[in-house]
């Protein structure tokens, strides 16, 4: 049985790989959170526009079920 001792050079390019890879690993987690950010306002405008197209009506539930049970 070898043992294989690492070289510098594998040591440095792995090394580099690792960096790489932590960088691109920060830059879509930025990405992810900025996405993140644009769907929770957006879900709130788009609350408020169906709020606008229908004030009277509260958020309503669905009536089915309840009517398929009365019956």
Known sequence: MSLQT?????FNSLSELYMKASE????LLQERSELV???????????????QVSPS????????????LTR
């Not at 690492?6 to 594998?10: I, L, M």
């Open 24 to 27: 691109a690993r920060f830059q």
């Open 57 to 68: 009506k509260a958020v309503q539930k669905p009536k089915g079920l309840l009517m398929k």
């Open 37 to 51: 950010m644009e769907i929770i306002e957006l879900r709130m405008q788009l609350q408020e526009l169906r709020a």
């Open 6 to 10: 690492n070289k510098p050079s594998d």
